[in-house]
């Protein structure tokens, strides 16, 4: 009687054990459904720069934005999820070198400087450098900015492009982190101007009319934004390729018409 007993209570006892292990390995999915087997990449960017990249506040806290939607649409054709990872600009490339970011999309440009460290896509969008100023500043034009302070984000493709000018105007360059911080310090009277990005510079200009502002003229059209990887990584040709079918079917136009146009 004892050994029918133990019988028993062996198979009760297997039983469990193999419900349990059901029960663990159905848990430890990363998702529900058909997205269960994608991998999640993480993308590194600055979220203070729209229509790129942003919080809406009035929607909720999701970071949203053209370049957020290209690397959901990349993905989603590569078989990926994105996690979105927000930092300021100045700390994407050091989060690349240390793996803390599968790849960046923030309007970076691929400057000779960054390639040194990081691997970059091909330009998926051009755009150009803008003077932004209080209305009635009396700056319209760069030798306006003689004995002026000139606002620039940190590491951005502007400060590099306001120490060029540095060399013929004599002006104070101050850096900030983000790009809110920039008109906050030009509306309170600490920067007579700041230079951002013109796509960026028209969002602020709907919204705050005692901003108004210059697009500078260049000789050379301005390099354009790029998706950096880290140097060697796989991912910089599968992404770069499906950039470029989206080029060529007009994914990526449809994106731009989306997010610059109607914004």
């Known amino acids: 009687m004892k050994k029918v007993i133990m019988i028993a209570l062996s198979i009760l006892l297997v039983g469990v054990l193999a419900a349990c292990g059901t029960s663990e390995e159905a848990s430890t999915g990363s998702?529900?459904?058909?997205?269960?087997?994608?991998?999640?990449?993480?993308?590194?960017?600055?979220?203070?720069?729209?229509?790129?990249?942003?919080?809406?506040s009035a929607k909720g806290e999701e970071i949203i934005g053209f370049d957020v939607d290209l690397a959901k649409a990349i993905a989603e054709k590569l078989g990926y999820e994105i996690q979105v990872k927000d930092m300021d600009f100045n700390g994407l490339i050091p989060a690349l070198e240390t793996s803390q970011?599968?790849?960046?999309?923030?309007?970076?440009?691929?400057?000779?400087?960054?390639?040194?460290?990081?691997?970059?896509?091909?330009?998926?969008?051009?755009?150009s450098h803008m003077i932004v100023s209080k209305k009635g500043s009396g700056i319209e034009s760069l030798e306006d900015l003689d004995g002026k302070t000139l606002g620039v984000q940190l590491a951005s493709i502007q400060a590099d492009k306001a120490e060029e000018i540095?060399?013929?105007?004599?002006?104070t360059v101050e850096n900030r982190n983000r790009i809110p911080e920039l008109i906050q310090e030009i509306m309170a009277g600490r920067f007579d101007a700041a230079m951002i990005e013109d796509t960026v510079a028209k969002g602020y200009f709907e919204k705050n009319e005692d901003l108004a502002g210059f697009t500078i003229e260049e000789a050379e059209a301005e390099a354009g934004s790029a998706i950096a990887?880290?140097?060697?990584?796989?991912?910089?040709?599968?992404?770069?390729?499906?950039?470029?079918?989206?080029?060529?079917n007009g994914e990526l136009e449809?994106?731009?018409v989306e997010w610059f146009d109607s914004k």
């Open 31 to 56: 998702g529900s459904g058909e997205n269960s087997d994608k991998k999640v990449l993480t993308m590194g960017t600055s979220a203070d720069y729209p229509p790129f990249e942003y919080v809406d």
């Open 101 to 127: 970011v599968d790849f960046v999309l923030a309007g970076m440009t691929p400057t000779e400087e960054r390639k040194q460290n990081v691997d970059f896509s091909d330009v998926y969008y051009t755009a």
């Open 254 to 256: 449809e994106l731009i």
């Open 229 to 248: 990887f880290p140097k060697g990584s796989e991912l910089t040709e599968k992404f770069n390729a499906e950039l470029v079918k989206m080029k060529e």
């Open 166 to 171: 540095g060399e013929t105007v004599d002006m």
